[in-house]
């Protein structure tokens, strides 16, 4: 299975999940975390296990000029999440009716009605609905009230700080891949398309096309 559009239908099978909800770009030490309790969750009733990502991410909904970079494409993305031992890859197309869905909305039709979520784990930090007005609090009541269990994971400190998207995204603005990778425990990757240019390789008598890069190592929880 690919990955599921949250516009789409859900799937029998999948039906009764447990959700890790978040963006979850990079993957990092706290994302694992955050995956890793709903899956351990999900093994445990002997349901299915969902990780969900945003794409486009929210802050590039809203400033499309904001500077702060995507990590993984959505492919990277459900790689690592598959490979932590979900069962699927959940994607939130995030555009304007998404963005303006109550908090309340997105509890009730969204993860109940539309998803059949029986459980959603979350970092302590989540905000969801229109106006970012739903808080890890309100989705524990809201979720009681429509038999959705909630759960909420502390951030992972490292340092005396969490680790976070943006301590990955400064380590490799200031050149240090090292400290970038130590966060996410793999190599930070990039994938893309090799293009043809103007062939001046075979003028200096080798290929000068950069190739894609990948370097993953399995998520570690």
């Not at 951030?155 to 969490?162: H, I, L, Q, R």
């Not at 301590?167 to 966060?183: F, H, I, N, T, Y």
Request: hydrophobic share 40%.
């Amino acid at each position: 299975m690919r990955w599921i559009d949250h516009r789409s239908e859900m799937p029998d099978a999948l039906r009764g999940a447990i959700i890790a909800l978040g963006n979850f770009d990079g993957f990092h030490m706290g994302h694992q975390a955050v995956a890793g309790e709903a899956i351990r969750w999900a093994r445990e009733e002997g349901r299915p296990s969902i990780v969900a990502t945003f794409d486009p991410h929210p802050v590039r909904y809203f400033k499309p000029d904001a500077a702060p970079f995507r990590l993984t494409t959505l492919e990277q993305r459900q790689e690592l999440y598959l490979a932590a031992g979900a069962t699927a890859m959940l994607v939130f197309h995030f555009d304007g009716d998404l963005a303006s869905t109550s908090a309340e909305d997105f509890v009730g039709k969204l993860l109940h009605d539309h998803l059949g979520a029986a459980g959603v784990v979350t970092g302590e930090d989540f905000t969801f609905g229109k106006g970012r007005t739903g808080s890890r609090t309100m989705l524990q009541s809201l979720g009681a009230a429509h038999d959705i269990a909630a759960r909420t994971v502390p951030p992972v400190m490292d340092n005396g700080s969490p680790v976070s998207s943006s301590r990955v995204r400064q380590a490799l603005a200031q050149g240090d891949p090292q400290e970038a990778a130590r966060l996410l425990t793999r190599p930070f990757a990039i994938r893309g398309i090799v293009q043809h240019g103007d062939k001046r390789g075979r003028e200096i008598g080798y290929p000068t096309a950069n190739l894609s890069i990948e370097s993953y190592l399995r998520p570690k929880f």
